[in-house]
């Protein structure tokens, strides 16, 4: 079973829905930047992108980028990572609620405050009543999602699968995350990334999906175990994998960074600038572990 | 491959445990009432509230004083605990187990009392700041017992522990994993409350599920989980499994943010699939634990999905237990299969409580009369949520 990366998208604080950060990034020196906004105009009617918040318009637009790279427009499965969901929305309602009381509250923060709001308005998006679901486990939250589709994938109960990382950061919670260290100094940022993955390579695979592995409290020795385990599966060795450097300084920071790991290693792969097997780790605070395998087609 | 239920733990408005479960639904002691530990305006609305404050959660579960936690988080600990006892964890503890827990609100209920504070230079609250992701309450659950080699947390609204369930499934499957513990737990919170009563969907009487004159729903709490199991492993642990997971879909109502669709799409296709993946006919459900919440639009829509599915003469016993539980929300799926399971052993059909008025447009009644009519082999139970993410799982006897 092969499980491809057949197309990627991302708006983030580099020029959206492009490549331009593969040659000219664009440097940041504040603590926090938000996504640099695509052209909402030729994804969704003006009426339908006023309704929507930013992480939707950006999962929507991301998504439809990838939806239309790869042909596949009706998806077997849409699986979402995000951390923190719908913060402007939540954000919306929750302050009504402290400052206004219980009185006048409006339905529609509320309706899209629930992290699914991202996966299902894609799903109505594209009409599609595909297997949708979405991961909310911290700095892990696309990985997460990624093992979901991987695992429908060998179940041979989908041939296709739209998958995404999405976060946005809103000033106040950027200012609350400061306040206890979450930061650390890096630059906070958004992440929209949007992925369509295939079991067939298509015409222009960007990268192949090997493995994803979480786990949880893993200390050396257990990650080792864990890394060695799979190379045996694959049939490789630890050494003919390489880590490539983090481009989080490039997109910074968020719960779901993890999908511009993945997104900017596929890109490079399919150009041939780096390692033909990659394996991405990610160890969000001490507590959990990513592990995605990446070859080259 | 199969996968075993080797054991299940729930609290809720019926109490904590099987046992308490059990006996409420026996007796038809409904859990919704008025509010005692939730601070509302709309202490007016009936709910169905674990009947224990944050406080006696915390020392039934053993917690100290002074770590932070959550009510969400403890009444997941005390699910847990049941469900791992049972499945004798402690005794024979397994190979790198999985937790994967569905939750929405996760720390809310502080968030929204402390708000003004984090956004304030104020740091006396601080400390809940990161209690507040949905994450860290699995964290938290985990690390009350440790040993978990990897967690993972879904949020698909009222069916998130249903999706759990199926995660937790798919890792047994694929073997990455040879136990996999799943479920959800949600506590009620200002947030979610004023939530559904803008959408103007909580029923200011107790909940009438698939009656005519339903008028809305009734919010719950609680938690539950499942351990799923190989046979393998059940068997080198000397655990005997309980019942079978035997069937599980999910599909994409792909209809409306809040509305299900008119004739219940995406219900059909989850329950299709989970029919499917379980090798069974519908002649062969013997009970189905319906979504059921209540509201004019989830009733109809669901009841004319379940038509669909089983064909309008031949629906089986159909009943919610939102009218004893109220509803759980992201804890739904998995309260709700707890309740099936225990219709699955003890062999009785929960009684779909205050319904006295046909729906005109269904061809079915929900069950009054909890002796079934055969023994039963096959339960199905469906979970939905918002955004149109449907879920069904079926328990088969072993």
Known sequence: ?297 | MKVYVTGFGIISALGLGAGATLGALSNRQSGVGPLHWLETMHSHLPCAEVPFSTQELRKMAGVAQDKVITRTALMGILALREALEMALWNEHKPLNPVLVSGTTVGGMENTERFFLDFISPDTSHDHYILAHDCGVCTQMIADHFGHFDMLSTLSTACSSAANALILAADMIRTGRTSVAVAGGSECLSRFHLNGFNTLKILDKDPCRPFDNTRAGLNLGEGAAYLVLESEESAKARGVKPICLLSGYGNACDAYHQTASSPEGDGAVLSMKKALHEAGLTPQQIDYVNAHGTGTPNNDESEGKALMRVFGADSVPPVSSTKGFTGHTTSAAGSVESVISILALLHNFLPANLNYSNHMEMLSFKPVTDEKPSRPLSHVMTNSFGFGGNDTTCIFSKI
Not at chain 1, 36 to 53: C, H, K, N, T, W
Not at chain 1, 107 to 115: E, G, Y
Not at chain 1, 135 to 141: A, F, K, Q, R, T
């Open chain 1, 1 to 297: 079973m092969g499980v491809y990366i057949q197309a990627a998208a991302q708006i983030s604080v580099q020029n959206p829905l492009c490549d331009d950060w593969l040659d000219n990034p664009i440097q940041y020196q504040v603590p926090y930047q938000r996504a640099i906004e695509a052209d909402y105009r030729q994804f969704l009617d003006p009426v339908a992108s006023r309704r929507m918040g930013r992480i939707l318009k950006r999962a929507i637009a991301t998504s439809m980028t990838v939806v239309t790279s790869s042909g596949i427009t009706n998806p077997d499965a849409i699986i979402v990572g995000t951390g923190l969901g719908c913060l402007e929305t939540t954000e919306r309602f929750l302050l009504a609620l402290v400052q206004e009381g219980e009185e006048f509250l409006q339905p529609t923060n509320f309706i899209n405050s629930t992290h699914n709001t991202i996966a299902s308005h894609i799903a109505v998006h594209l009409k599609c009543n595909a297997y949708n679901s979405t991961y909310v486990h911290l700095g892990v939250s696309f990985e997460s999602a990624l093992l979901d589709a991987f695992m429908q994938f060998q179940l041979g109960r989908i041939h296709s699968a739209l998958v995404g990382g999405h976060d946005e950061l809103i000033p106040n919670y950027f200012y609350i995350l400061d306040k206890v260290g979450f930061w650390e100094g890096k630059l906070a940022s958004e992440c929209a990334v949007s992925f369509m993955l295939s079991d067939k390579p298509g015409n222009h695979p960007m990268a192949r999906i090997r493995e994803v592995v979480l786990l949880h409290d893993a200390d050396e020795k257990r990650l080792d175990d864990a890394i060695n385990q799979v190379c045996e599966r694959l049939s490789t060795v630890r050494k003919d994998w390489i880590s490539p450097p983090s481009v989080r300084p490039i997109f910074g920071e968020s719960f779901t960074s993890q999908a511009f790991e993945m997104y900017a290693a596929a890109v490079k792969m399919q150009r041939g600038l780096i390692a033909d097997n990659i394996l991405l780790i990610n160890q969000y605070r001490g507590t959990e572990t990513s592990l995605i395998f990446l070859s080259k087609c």
